[in-house]
Antibody, heavy 118, light 113 residues
Framework: QVQLQESGPGLVKPSETLSLTCAVS?????????WAWIRQPPGKGLEWIGS???????YYNPSLKSRITISIDTSKKQVSLKLSSVTAADTAVYYC???????????WGQGTLVTVSS | DIVMTQSPDSLAVSLGERATINCKSS????????????LGWYQQKPGQPPKLLIY???TRESGVPDRFSGSGSGTDFTLTISSLQAEDVAIYYC?????????FGQGTRLEIK
């Protein structure tokens, strides 16, 4: 049973870097799946941020590419997200998920709310 | 980016009746080499993450009740709930994964009439 758990600060100041970690259990991160980050502003829809596979191959949303870094530590079964120069528009619930290769997101974490505010 | 547009934005259906949600993509999501539509449907209940219901436009995810079905091809797709149950109250999203970035529709809120 794949389980994903996001963790990180719930409050980040404007212009700083948002850092989140996703712990994966019940499945190896050294596999053919991609591990994704998706966000959802309060009361709004879903935005795919980016993904990474076990080899470190990344795909980023072009709208965020200049500010995103996604990394993976297969030994710790962790996937990390860094989003720099945050503004209030980056306030959202951040989900990590498992993407099937060229496929949908079939497992999701519970999500973590990150608020950008001074 | 491929733009996904759902209709209606909200829908109220009586228990036991059929619910139909539409999704239109700004360009085809049918990959001609394998004849697969790169289209999924998700259900999101309040305070929960989305749950995958349907992929390849019409393949039901394991464990999803058979009252949920997906249809369509190319740019026009439909999610149908054949007999609405109280637990189906949720927001439903379509998603294309044909090209990067994967993009979602704006969501359709389904309520009980």
């Amino acid at each position: 049973q794949v389980q994903l758990q996001e963790s990180g600060p719930g409050l980040v100041k404007p212009s700083e870097t948002l850092s989140l970690t996703c712990a994966v259990s019940g499945y190896s991160t050294s596999s053919d799946y991609y591990w994704a980050w998706i966000r959802q502003p309060p009361g709004k829809g879903l935005e795919w941020i980016g993904s990474i596979n076990h080899s470190g191959t990344t795909y980023y949303n072009p709208s965020l590419k200049s500010r995103i870094t996604i990394s993976i530590d297969t030994s710790k079964k962790q996937v990390s997200l860094k989003l720099s120069s945050v503004t209030a528009a980056d306030t959202a619930v951040y989900y990590c998920g498992r993407d099937r290769a060229r496929g949908p997101t079939d497992h999701w974490g519970q999500g973590t709310l990150v608020t950008v505010s001074s | 980016d491929i733009v996904m547009t759902q209709s209606p934005d909200s829908l109220a259906v009586s228990l036991g009746e059929r619910a139909t949600i539409n999704c239109k993509s700004s360009q085809t999501v049918l990959y001609s080499s394998n004849n697969n539509n790169y289209l999924g449907w998700y259900q999101q209940k309040p305070g929960q993450p989305p749950k995958l219901l349907i992929y390849w436009a019409s393949t039901r995810e394991s464990g999803v009740p058979d009252r949920f079905s997906g249809s369509g091809s190319g740019t026009d797709f439909t999610l149908t709930i054949s007999s609405l149950q109280a637990e189906d109250v949720a927001i439903y999203y379509c998603q294309q994964y044909y090209s990067t970035p994967p993009t979602f529709g704006q969501g359709t809120r389904l309520e009980i009439k």
